[in-house]
């Protein structure tokens, strides 16, 4: 009103006019949802076309809305947004990263899940040609398609005729590209089921990049596993985890609480033993309490009154006991399903069921340790709490017939976790070439707190580009060298592959590798 506007001026409206020294505050001031990046990466969720099937047939609780990916509603957002640009990969892609900026999160950085159905059992050339485009929306982006935020989508759509050379390259082309594009995948992550992880699977996902591998576990009952129509066993589970392990991909077990023909005893039981066992021991945990949704036959033995779901106090409680068992090393990813609870029709309908668990956690003194809750970006943001005192410690314990070794920088008075390294000793059951008995692995490492881009110096308040990352990997090739091993792996990202370049690295298959 004051200055006469017709409407209120848009941020990037502003970025628009704004001097070139003024834009990256400007940016920070803009930043809405900065959770989105806080974790030191952005995620990007594309899923899969809805033609995509589970072949051993459909869980008795596994949603399939019409049009949707297989597992999911179609009304999740990430759903949402893949059938607004008719799960296309490369659109998908491409619409997301221009939101992401449009709010002020830097896009350097992008970490990529492919989600719906089961991928790894995808014919290898759609599997390729998926992350092939996804990638493809990134190098499109790395070379100036917006060069302003304020650029519309359908501007987008309209540059995209000179980026259709990127269509017609190889796959090798693409991925050798993206280590060096502006923005990269500095992780890949896919969905599974356990039994198609056999060393056939595994290795076209390492070909094509993958980092982390999310399969769906559920629970450690085998009868409870043949009466959901799962199509696996707790065998399957177990061999698929030290698999991924022994080519250095990291794990993310997705646990169902409340299933038919469960307890909460057995729920309990099931979330301490996958810790308890070292034949689990995953590295990262979702959490999806059971829910009755219209269209399952899940749903239909509700209706008949044979089966009743958790409440939401019931899952809270299941949850808090358990944690009390989680250890330091794992990280908990998310706790229920983002499906909009108009599609619920029995279960856990409140959405934030992790603040539920918070305030049970609270009312019983539990405290939860695993990585999340000691993050530097959430203890930050949350609590206000930054750390003083930062030293890097190891914790070691056997998972998968191997030894792992998690190599943490902290502030571990306060509990704020700035970085970690997992490092591998590998099982007997190598089945990668590059891997020999005298090889180590490095399999994840990772600095939290804000995203900060590539070639960009820290501030105060950022941990990521501190040298936190070097210090990590400089421990783990000293406790490699002390234990005899000949050689370091790691699979890294696509993008970050340059990073380790610089500190000596080279290729090795998949891998990158340094001799000690």
Not at 28 to 46: D, E, H, M, Q, Y
Not at 94 to 114: A, F, S, T, Y
Not at 176 to 184: D, F, L, M, N, Q
Request: aromatic fraction near 8%; glycine fraction near 8%; charge should be positive.
């Amino acid at each position: 009103k004051k200055h006469g506007l017709g409407t209120i001026v848009k941020n990037t409206q502003i970025l628009e006019v704004a001097k070139d020294s003024e834009v990256s505050e400007l940016k920070k001031l803009f930043s809405r949802k900065p959770t989105r990046s806080i974790s030191g990466v952005s995620v990007i969720a594309v899923m899969t076309a809805p033609e995509l099937k589970c072949p051993h047939g459909v869980c008795t609780f596994c949603p399939k809305g019409e049009g949707a990916s297989q597992s999911y509603t179609g009304k999740e957002p990430s759903s949402r947004r893949s059938r607004m640009n008719d799960y296309d990969p490369y659109r998908t892609v491409e619409n997301r990263l221009w939101q992401l900026k449009r709010i002020g999160h830097p896009v350097d950085k992008v970490e990529l899940i492919v989600q719906g159905a089961t991928f790894t059992s995808a014919p290898p050339e759609y599997q390729e040609t998926f992350i092939k485009s996804c990638t493809e929306a990134m190098l499109a982006q790395s070379e100036g398609v917006w060069k302003r935020p304020s650029s519309t989508m359908e501007g987008v759509h309209l540059a995209l005729p000179r980026f259709v050379g990127h269509r017609l390259s190889t796959w090798g082309e693409v991925s050798k590209e993206a280590e060096t594009s502006k923005v990269r995948p500095v992780g890949i992550t896919i969905e599974t089921k356990p039994e198609y992880c056999q060393p056939q699977h595994l290795n076209k996902l390492l070909e094509l990049g993958a980092t982390r591998v999310e399969i769906g576990v559920q629970t450690v009952y085998d009868d409870i596993l043949k009466a959901t129509n799962r199509g696996h066993t707790v065998q399957d589970s177990i061999g698929a985890t030290q698999r991924l392990k022994d080519c250095g991909v990291k794990v993310n077990y997705h646990m169902m609480p409340g299933l038919p023909g469960s307890s909460f005893e057995k729920d309990l039981h099931s979330l301490k033993e996958v810790f308890d066992n070292p034949d689990f021991r995953p590295d990262m945990l979702k959490i999806y309490p059971t829910l009755v949704i219209e269209g399952t036959t899940l749903y239909q033995q509700w209706k008949r009154g044979e089966f009743t779901p958790l409440s939401n106090e019931e899952a809270a409680e299941i949850i808090v006991k358990a944690k009390k068992h989680f250890p330091p090393w794992v990280r908990i990813m998310r706790i229920n399903r983002d499906i909009p609870s108009t599609e619920i029709s029995a279960g856990i309908l409140r959405t934030d069921l992790r603040e539920l668990v918070k305030e049970r956690q609270k009312e019983l003194g539990v405290e939860c340790h695993c990585i999340r809750c000691r993050e530097v970006g959430h203890r930050a943001q949350k609590d206000g709490i930054y750390p003083q005192n930062v030293e890097v410690r190891e914790l070691e314990y056997e998972a998968s017939s191997g030894k792992e070794i998690f190599i943490s920088a902290e502030d571990f008075e306060n509990g704020i976790l700035i970085g970690y390294l997992r490092l591998r000793f590998p099982s007997d059951s190598i089945f990668r070439t590059e891997i020999t008995p005298e090889t180590a692995l490095v399999r994840e490492l990772h600095v939290y707190g804000p995203e900060v881009p590539i070639g960009e110096t820290a501030n105060e308040r950022a941990f990521q580009h501190r040298g936190y990352g070097k210090k990590l990997l400089a421990r783990a090739e000293g406790l490699s060298r002390e234990k005899g091993f000949k050689k370091l792996l790691v699979l890294s990202g696509i993008g970050a592959k340059q990073y380790y370049k610089k500190l000596g690295y080279d290729y090795d298959g998949v891998y990158m590798r340094k001799l000690l």
